[in-house]
C-alpha cells in the first residue's frame, strides 16, 4: 500500500495550484483508485477444517489444474496428479497423516484460489499455491506469500520450501 501511495502523493498537485476543478479533478482519481485497491486486496484466507471444505477444495484444485497445466502435461497425466495429490482421499490423508494445513484463498465470497502447508522439522513446506484464472495478476500471489512468510514465523519456522516444475515459466 505504502508504495502506490507514494506513487500516487507524486501525482498530487502542490497546496498552491490547488483550485476546486483541480480538487475534484484529483478526489475522482483517489476514489476511483481507492475502489480498485479494494477490489484487487480484498481478500481472506480460510482455513479449511471441515470434510465439506476439502470437497470443496478438491473441485476447486481440479478446476485450476485441468486449466493450468494443459501446456505442460497431457490431459491424462493431469488426471493421474490430481487424483494422486488433490482428490478428497488425498487431502484427508495429507491433513491426518503428513501434517498439512490448507487454505482458500477468498475473494468477495469466492474461492480464487488455495494454498497447501505442511509443518516439516525444520522448515515450513509449500506445496501447493493455486489461483484461479480470472483471479490471477490482481495481487492474490503477493498477498498469499506475505500471509504464508507470516504463518511461517508465527510457527516457528525460519525457512520455506518449495518445488517446482521444472517447465512451469510462471
Known sequence: ??????RLTDTCVSATEITLNSLKKHLTFFQNFYITYLR???????EITEVKDIKELANLASDIWHEYW????????????VEK????NAILNQIKSENYTYFFIKSEGQNAGYIGLSKK??????????IKKEFRRRGFGTQAFEFIRKFASENGFDRIVLTVNKYNEN
Open 1 to 6: 500500500y505504502r508504495a502506490k501511495h507514494w
Open 40 to 46: 484487487v486486496y480484498n481478500y481472506s484466507m480460510i
Open 70 to 81: 494443459v501446456d505442460i502435461l497431457s490431459p491424462e497425466q493431469i488426471d493421474y496428479m
Open 85 to 88: 495429490f488433490q482428490s478428497e
Open 121 to 130: 522439522d525444520d522448515y515450513l513446506f509449500l506445496s501447493k499455491l493455486y
